[in-house]
């Protein structure tokens, strides 16, 4: 099982801890278990949050990855070098080593994965279990699967980046065109990467595909330029956007090498993917010609008639919904902005979404689900500082 949040956010949300939450809510005082006012094709009741208790004389926390037992990973933090990794299971949080301070990643084997924050030089990264303890990768984690194998990217000897995969104390380079960087994005169960390859600075984003010591680069749309990935699920379809002939911006899928134009069924709207499922499910984001965000859609690669229709997700009473991740089960989890402007995580499940509660501060965040449909994040207490929560 990947774990099942998408890259941008797994990124993002390792580093949550170090970074108060902004916004009308910042500044709120009430207290109690927080959440927007009933709303159309949403549920009028927030999901409370389970705080998980770890270090609570600091005062950001998030939890960043769950895996399919309930086993939570997370960070603590007094500030942007000061993180401090946690696990928590059966109601119970423990540190993580030192030498593991930024978990993105728990597989249902509980091998922690993540980030290493430094200073004066590049970020690293690590690998915990309890065979081998805590491993220098010596790159960010960016992706996790069950056997245990992670993807990133290390710096080249000629100052270009390359996409790697790590596995069993072994690092492989997975290879990148000359005059090109590349990095790992994500990884399937099957060991199928996702890779995104760019000019030595960083633009002209392409993508390509590792499979059986093979890179493969993947189609563009015509007359398009870049494209970038975002997730891979166990069949090997990876997901992302593209830019079309005209310049806008397109979700997409990779089948193979079969490029499929998910955004043509959004007529006068820009999307990105950001996250797909084993059954073939795929959520974005859409926003209007002018770049503003709107909601965020599901399509379904085993309906060919959705592809023409993407579901609508709705949102909280506000403008707009980002999902981020969707379990096997079909529940997408995102961030949404209520009537009031604030922003709250959310689960939407079966046609309805349903805010994740918060301790009072008035805005939540969604990390990351599990095959189960319980949830992680954080949430914000009165004063600005955020707890790493479990949502059932």
Do not use: C, K
């Amino acid at each position: 099982m990947r774990t099942l949040m998408a890259s941008a956010a797994a990124a993002a949300a390792a580093v949550l801890a170090t970074n108060p939450m902004t916004g009308p809510a910042a500044q709120a005082t009430t207290g109690g278990h927080g959440g927007p006012r009933p709303v159309a094709g949403g549920s009028d009741r927030p999901i409370a949050p389970v705080d998980l208790g770890f270090a609570p004389d600091l005062p950001y926390h998030s939890a960043t990855a769950i895996n399919d037992r309930g086993v939570v990973a997370g960070t603590a933090s007094g500030g942007s070098y000061d993180l401090h990794g946690f696990r928590w299971a059966v109601g119970r949080s423990a540190a993580l080593p030192d030498g593991a301070p930024g978990p993105s990643e728990i597989n249902n084997g509980d091998q922690i994965a993540g980030f290493v924050p430094h200073r004066d030089r590049l970020n690293t990264g690590f690998v915990l279990d309890a065979g081998r303890g805590v491993v220098d990768t010596g790159f960010p984690v960016d992706g996790q699967n069950e056997r245990g194998e992670v993807v990133g990217a290390l710096p080249g000897p000629d100052g270009t980046r390359r996409a790697v995969r790590w596995w069993r104390g072994q690092t492989t380079d997975l290879g990148a065109p000359p005059g090109t960087s590349s990095g790992g994005v994500a990884i399937s169960d099957g060991g199928q990467i996702a890779v995104r390859v760019s000019d030595a600075d960083g633009n002209h984003a392409r993508v390509a595909r590792w499979a059986g010591g093979r890179l493969d680069a993947l189609p563009t749309l015509p007359g398009g330029g870049a494209a970038w990935a975002t997730d891979i699920n166990g069949r090997g379809d990876i997901v992302g956007w593209a830019d079309t002939a005209t310049g806008s911006r397109h979700a997409v899928v990779w089948l193979g090498r079969r490029l499929v134009d998910l955004g043509a069924s959004l007529p006068g709207r820009t999307s990105q993917a950001t996250a797909v499922n084993d059954a073939g499910q795929v959520v974005g984001q859409t926003s209007d010609a002018d770049g503003q965000p709107g909601h965020g859609v599901r399509w379904d690669l085993g309906r060919p008639r959705d592809l023409g229709q993407p579901r609508d997700l709705g949102t909280l009473g506000g403008p707009v919904s980002s999902p981020i991740a969707i379990n096997d089960r079909g529940d997408v989890i995102g961030d949404s902005t209520s009537a009031d402007g604030h922003r709250h995580g959310f689960r939407w499940r079966d046609g309805r979404m349903t805010a994740l509660g918060d301790f009072g501060g008035g805005e939540s965040r969604a990390a990351a689900i599990n095959n189960r449909g319980q949830v992680v994040g954080d949430a914000l207490a009165p004063g600005g500082h955020t707890r790493a929560v479990l949502w059932q």
